[in-house]
Each structure stands twice: as C-alpha cells, then as structure tokens.
C-alpha cells in the first residue's frame, strides 16, 4: 500500500481511533494538532483534566496519553503509514508529550496494524470474571506486547499477589475517609445522561455490580455504594493481577507505560481476555512502591489490571473529535 497524504476527515478518522484509548476516570486528558505540511499529529496533554489528588504528579494523565499514541499508531499502521514517533519532543512545552509522523508506507511497524479491530472492541469490564486460569502461552505473549514498547508484564502470584491484594484493601479503606479522593471521583461519574451528554467520565451503567464477595479489587464508582437497579455479585476468588512496570519512573516512562498497556489490551481483546483497571494503590505513594517486583527489589509499577474470562464491559463515552483536535496547515 502507498497511502496519499489524509484528508481532513481521515485525519479525523484517525484521531477517533486515538481516543478511543482508556483514561483515569475516562478524563479523556489529552488533545491532538495535526499538521499537514508536516504529516505529523502532536499529541499534547491537557492537565485541566488532572485529577490533583489521585495523581498529583500527573502519572496516570500520562498513561492515558500513552495509550492514546498507541492508537493512533496502530491506526496509521493500519491505513499503511510507517507511525515515526517521538516522545516529550519539546522539553519547554511540556504539554506537547508526543508527535507522531507519518514517515511513508508501513514497514517496521507493520505487526500493529492487525491490533486494529481491537480497538473499538475494547472497553474495561467491572463484572466477574471465571475462575479459569489463563495460560502461560498467552501469558508470555501479552508479556511480549509489553517488551515491544519497553515496558514489562509480570503477573503476580502466591506471597506477592496476596501482598498486593491487601494493599488494595489499605488503599480503599484510605479512599473511603479521604476527601480528595471523593473529589476527584465525583468529578468524573454521574448518572447515564449527564455523561453521555459531556462525553466524558465513567456513566453508570459501567459501574458493573457491587462487590458481595470474593478477592478481585474492584472500585465502587456508585456513590456511596447506591445506584437504582444495581446488582450485587461474587467476583472472583483467585484474581489474576497483571502488573506493567518499567525501570525508571519519569514522564517518558509513563508514555511508554501508556503504550505498553494498551498494547497489552489490544491483544487481550483479540485473545478473548477481558479486564479492568486497579489502580487504588497507586494513588498513594507509600503503597505504590511495595507493588514492585519483589525478586530484585526494583523497577516501578506504573498500571495494575485484572485480566480473564468475562463479559465484555459497555463502551463509555467519548468527547467528539471536533473538541480535541485542531488541522493546521
């Protein structure tokens, strides 16, 4: 394939791709420039949407818009373009996180293109999932995705996973008196309408069941607990937690963090997974850091998902393309 230069309504096209990306809360922190001389998208980051409590370093902004890079590369793949991508090309503007050019037809990024039907077929699941073990087979190949943008993923097990379980407990009952948590979440959730109608936030009917039972750390998004017509479910008793870590802990590894978990969860939409984010523990500091690899005792923990075999989750909202996205010459 030999791609012409994108019309304004493929360059469009390509953005939707790109934030169909998750975000913390679905803030959706990001916005796009695309410049037509240049064949490049700069992907830049909109801390009006930070949430200055539960990420006040801006970490989890930064993995949203990670993911939002891997998208769109995946997209420009997929249309038969080379994605050149640059990470923090601009240390003065340190709203502008990325740029993505489209070098020419596809060549060395070409095994993304087939992530693409699993992008808009993605979305986090808060129901149970199956007791059923994933294999080591998939296990390695997700792990895999995750080496390709220089990240690692690890899943937990025995001692080490019921040490992260407990500090998911330590971390909820925190949230539950804290008031800045509060804040932020009530921020981004509201009734069905509200958030369909501002295409931004978690609605309710992606809330899933509350917890009943079981082990799988699961955020409860209903105020405090009550939403009309909620059920209540077991969820699983031997969750599997996978964790994306990388070496270092500064902004470019939270990008690459971003593109390594997306990458993780395209695939594992094609091999059937499902999952859902846990990131409770990771909004304290002092309990982010036991989540590390405990064989070497380094690396830092940048995203924990839940992953198995459960229904596919209900597609939030998205802001239209004509709010995040500017077409300069």
């Not at 799988?216 to 909620?230: I, L, S, W, Y």
Request: charged fraction near 25%.
């Amino acid at each position: 394939m030999n791609p012409t230069a994108p019309s304004d309504e493929e360059t469009a096209a390509l953005v939707r791709d790109a934030v169909a990306a998750p975000s913390m809360h679905n803030a959706q922190p990001w916005r796009f420039r695309y410049l037509r001389r240049a064949r490049t998208f700069d992907v830049l980051a909109d801390f009006e949407r930070a949430m200055p409590h539960s990420d006040p370093h801006a970490r989890a902004l930064h993995l949203g818009c990670g993911a939002a890079v891997l998208n769109l590369r995946v997209a420009t793949a997929h249309e038969g373009w080379s994605p050149e991508t640059t990470l923090l090309p601009d240390l003065a503007d340190r709203t502008h996180v990325a740029s993505v050019r489209l070098a020419g037809p596809a060549s060395g990024e070409h095994e993304l293109a087939p992530l693409y039907p699993a992008i808009h077929q993605r979305h986090s699941s808060r129901d149970p999932f199956e007791e059923r073990q994933i294999s080591e087979p998939l296990r390695e190949e997700l792990a895999a995705a995750a080496h390709a943008e220089g990240a690692t993923l690890t899943f937990p097990t025995a001692w080490h996973l019921q040490e992260i379980l407990e500090l998911f407990q330590e971390a909820e009952a925190r949230n539950l008196t804290d008031p800045g948590s509060g804040q932020d979440l009530a921020r981004w959730t509201g009734d069905s309408a509200s958030v369909e109608a501002t295409g931004e936030g978690v609605p309710a009917y992606a809330y899933g069941p509350r917890k009943r039972g079981g082990k799988a750390p699961m955020r409860d998004f209903g105020p405090g607990g009550r939403v009309a017509e909620r059920d209540a479910a077991e969820f699983e008793r031997n969750p599997q937690l996978a964790l994306v870590g990388t070496v270092h802990d500064r902004p470019e590894d939270w990008l690459r963090a971003g593109q390594a978990m997306e990458r993780v969860l395209l695939l594992a939409t094609l091999l059937g997974l499902s999952a859902s984010f846990a990131t409770q523990p990771l909004e304290w500091t002092d309990l982010r850091w036991p989540l590390r690899d405990p064989s070497t005792g380094t690396g830092f923990t940048q995203v924990v998902l839940r992953v198995g075999y459960g229904p596919a989750g209900p597609g939030a909202p998205r802001r239209p393309v004509s709010q995040v996205l500017d077409i300069e010459p």
